[in-house]
């Protein structure tokens, strides 16, 4: 089975903080995204990445970047965190070819994220 | 760029009855569709997919789903519910020959009653 992991459950960080989330996968999948989800909203890609140092903004990308220097980590920074930006953050990988649209998402359990 | 609405934010049920969660999608172009659940505390798990040929789509937990082209549509269906089944469900589309992620609706907020 796929294995995405994401490094914490729960986190709790102040305004203005630079912010890490973390994520690993196991499956050697070549691409990994980040999503946020937000009651009535369902879930917003924020950025996605189909290589190692590749990156590509989502719908939601603002107050965001992203990280991949492995294969299997994906990195969310929150630049300067903001009171909105408190959400449940949700890290997916899938396989890469022969399209990238047919492939299902393997989802990580989420990370819970407040900002004071 | 495609779109998800799925029409209902909450459908309570009750145990071992049927249920159906509706999706309808909008694309120019053709899509592969997927439903996810929810459960609490927890991340997405892939229920079902279609990505072509049969248009009744077969997924784990007695799940299924039907692709409707021409009403553009992808509901979800159980025919026999279980407390267990008492989660968000997620319906999402992505574009067929290179995807930029994936375009979820904005869940069903499905409620087995005893």
């Known amino acids: 089975d796929v294995k995405v992991t994401q490094s914490s459950r729960y986190l709790v960080k102040r305004t203005g903080e630079k912010v890490f989330l973390e994520c690993v996968q196991d499956m050697d999948h070549e691409n990994m995204f980040w999503y946020r989800q937000d009651p009535g909203l369902g879930l917003r890609l924020i950025y996605f990445?189909?290589?190692?140092?590749?990156?590509e903004k989502g719908d939601i990308p603002e107050g965001y970047s992203v990280s991949r220097e492995k294969k299997e980590r994906f990195s969310l920074i929150l630049e300067s965190a903001s009171t909105n930006q408190t959400s449940m953050y949700l890290c997916?990988?899938?396989?890469?070819?022969?399209?990238?649209?047919?492939?299902?998402?393997?989802f990580g359990d989420g990370t819970r994220l407040s900002i004071l | 760029a495609q779109s998800v609405t799925q029409l209902d934010s909450q459908v309570p049920v009750f145990e071992e009855a049927p249920v159906e969660l509706r999706c309808n999608y909008s694309s120019s172009v053709s899509v592969y569709l997927f439903w996810y659940v929810q459960y609490p505390n927890q991340g997405l798990q892939l229920l079902l997919k279609?990505?072509?040929?049969?248009?009744l789509v077969k997924g784990i937990n007695g799940f299924e789903a039907e692709f409707n082209k021409s009403q553009t549509s992808f509901h979800l269906r159980k025919p026999s519910v279980h407390i267990s089944d008492t989660a968000e469900y997620f319906c999402?589309?992505?574009?067929?020959?290179?995807?930029?992620?994936?375009?979820f609706g904005k869940g069903t907020h499905l409620i087995i009653q005893p």
């Open positions: 990445s189909y290589d190692v140092k590749m990156k």
């Open positions: 997916a990988s899938s396989l890469g070819r022969p399209l990238r649209g047919n492939q299902p998402q393997h």
């Open positions: 279609y990505l072509s040929g049969s248009t």
């Open positions: 999402a589309v992505s574009v067929g020959g290179g995807a930029d992620g994936l375009t």
